[in-house]
Nanobody, 124 residues
Framework: QVQLVESGGGLVQAGDSLRLSCAAS????????VGWFRQAPGKEREFVAT????????YYADSVKGRFAISRDNAKNTVHLQMNSLKPEDTAVYYC????WGVGGRRSYEYKHWGQGTQVTVSS
């Protein structure tokens, strides 16, 4: 069983950067693929980025490609999402999710474990 806790959200201005972290419990975190999703008010949850369990594969939504970067530090049981050049449309609650032996799923149903989310608000 893996428990996930997101942190690093906040209120920033357009063009600023934020670094989200997803901290996981459990000794086998290195065997989990991790994805980031987000949900804006009144909208469905959408895929943002994912990293495979090995760290060798990453995928990004077109809307964040070139601005966001996902990475993992298995020694610290943590996955980071570096978000640069933030835009007002990036405003949402950001969730991390994990799936054992995940290789880069981009659908919510591919993930079994979810965190509670962290709010990111980007003002114009």
């Amino acid at each position: 069983q893996v428990q996930l806790v997101e942190s690093g959200g906040g209120l920033v201005q357009a063009g600023d950067s934020l670094r989200l972290s997803c901290a996981a419990s459990g000794r086998t975190f290195s065997s989990y693929g991790v994805g980031w999703f987000r949900q804006a008010p009144g909208k469905e949850r959408e895929f943002v980025a994912t990293i495979s369990w090995s760290g060798s594969s990453t995928y990004y939504a077109d809307s964040v490609k070139g601005r966001f970067a996902i990475s993992r530090d298995n020694a610290k049981n943590t996955v980071h999402l570096q978000m640069n050049s933030l835009k007002p449309e990036d405003t949402a609650v950001y969730y991390c999710a994990a799936d054992q032996w995940g290789v880069g799923g981009r659908r919510s149903y591919e993930y079994k474990h979810w965190g509670q989310g962290t709010q990111v608000t980007v003002s114009s």
